[in-house]
């Protein structure tokens, strides 16, 4: 017979192992998710082409993004119940695509932060049964620990078997937290020894976050030397992490190199380039851009460029434009252009919008300047269809148009819709735009349509 008091210390010892196995997993949730999240993110009526994470340059494919999308746009938000249902409604909708791990993943999360952690334990099954090697399993393992715990419920047996490690975790970030000259060393020992991976990104995690000056040296030469690629990228990562300069010409090494992917070494020093506050940091990822092996890497390095703040990232895109010699590469400089609000960004859009001699140019920067949020700007659109005269690019203005919710975009609308002289599709198009309006008056002319 077990006596209550052993019943009560096993509760108590395994939600207080729970809670250790929590902090250990968020720990490294925080080194990958948000990474990751960040990759996922994107300002509203950014669509992408057709890879997993390009979402910045305009695309034609616009379904399983747009849904993808508006649920990252509300958990951005914090709008988590609508964040948990446009994630359901992509997975119920779109199960063969291939960000459905990913969905999966921001599904539970959403639930979670909802408050609804039971809810969480399904789509966490999922992701974990299907796609047991996705990038996303780290962080939905870490996820389940955080919901489990909630739940009361007992971890899974591979979740124990790595609760050691999640132990030794938490004492190197103890020991870091409260002792930061003294954390390389203790990380340094932890990456010498013959410690599971999962201890060793916490690793180099804790190095960048709390080692100071001396733990550059040491993740210097592990971002050139680790032969673990996962652990590469933590310890780029870190390295980056640091803001330290002496980080900035390892970083520029790694991120000029001939072979990317999304996860990769290459991918690691772009984002930790975007990431370093030092100035120099700027002209470095351009250099990526115009001068980089790879064509993914280089219209990657523009697109996180184009996220940092401060007018020499707008003198970088300008200078860009002209440099690179793709028109591919070149979208992605106006695509950046776009998320600049300086007066020099709108009236380099407005040259291309109008004189660029690729059509694939002049649309991108059509699309980009809704982005700038700047309600005058519409009188640029505004302008710029009534001159234009290519029918493609007129419905690319109609659409741009389409995009303010003000009385001057709804009467340019409503024109567009009475007019005879313009293209029935182009008229049926404006009506959708108008349909998105709550306006009175909109309604009063959709009601006089029926007469």
């Not at 695509?97 to 099954?125: C, I, K, M, T």
């Not at 990317?260 to 991918?267: C, H, L």
């Not at 407005?350 to 809704?370: N, Y």
Request: net charge neutral; aromatic share 6%; glycine share 6%.
């Amino acid at each position: 017979m077990i006596h209550p008091e052993q019943t009560h210390r096993r509760k108590t010892g395994s939600r207080l192992l729970a809670g250790a196995l929590a902090c250990a997993g968020l720990l490294l949730a925080g080194g990958s998710a948000t990474a990751d999240a960040q990759q996922q993110n994107g300002p509203r009526g950014w669509a992408v082409q057709t890879d997993n994470r390009n979402w910045f340059v305009q695309s034609d494919n616009a379904a399983a993004v747009g849904v993808f999308q508006q649920g990252k746009s509300f958990a951005d938000a914090g709008q988590w119940e609508q964040a948990a249902s446009a994630f359901d409604r992509f997975v119920a909708q779109y199960p063969k695509d291939r960000n459905v791990d990913a969905a999966l993943f921001w599904l539970a999360y959403a639930h979670n932060r909802q408050g609804n952690p039971r809810a969480a334990v399904d789509p966490l099954s999922k992701l974990l049964q299907t796609y047991p090697k996705s990038r996303w399993a780290d962080d939905a393992k870490a996820l389940r620990v955080e919901v489990y715990s909630k739940l009361g419920m007992p971890l899974p047996a591979a979740d124990e078997k790595d609760a050691q490690d999640d132990l030794r975790i938490i004492a190197l970030k103890t020991l870091c937290e409260n002792d930061h000259p003294s954390c390389a060393s203790h990380a340094n020992e932890v990456l010498r020894s013959s410690q599971s991976v999962r201890v060793k990104e916490a690793a180099y995690i804790l190095l960048g976050r709390y080692g100071g000056a001396e733990a550059v040296p040491i993740l210097v030469d592990r971002s050139r030397t680790e032969t673990e690629e996962k652990l590469r990228m933590r310890a780029i990562s870190a390295l980056g992490s640091t803001n330290d300069e002496r980080a900035l010409d390892v970083l520029r090494e790694i991120a000029m190199g001939a072979t990317y992917a999304d996860i990769s070494p290459t991918d690691s020093a772009i984002h930790a380039l975007a990431a370093h506050e030092n100035p120099r940091a700027v002209a470095i990822l351009g250099e990526v851009a115009t001068r980089g092996q790879n064509p993914k890497a280089r219209t990657h390095a523009i697109e996180l460029l184009s996220r940092r703040r401060g007018d020499n990232v707008l003198d970088e895109l300008l200078r860009l434009y002209d440099a690179v010699p793709d028109v591919q590469t070149k979208k992605y400089v106006v695509a950046g252009l776009g998320m600049r609000k300086d007066p020099r960004a709108l009236n380099k859009l407005i040259e291309i919008a109008r004189t660029a001699p690729d059509t694939q140019l002049r649309r991108q920067a059509i699309h980009s300047i809704p982005n700038r949020g700047d309600e005058q700007d519409l009188d640029v659109l505004l302008s710029l269809y009534d001159s234009e005269r290519d029918v493609d690019l007129r419905d690319n203005l109609l659409s741009a148009i389409g995009q303010y919710q003000n009385q001057r975009a709804y009467q340019k609308l409503e024109q567009v819709v009475t007019n005879p002289a313009e293209p029935l599709d182009r008229r049926k198009a404006a009506i959708g735009y108008l349909s998105r309006s709550k306006d009175e008056g909109v309604k009063r002319f959709l009601e006089g349509l029926l007469k």
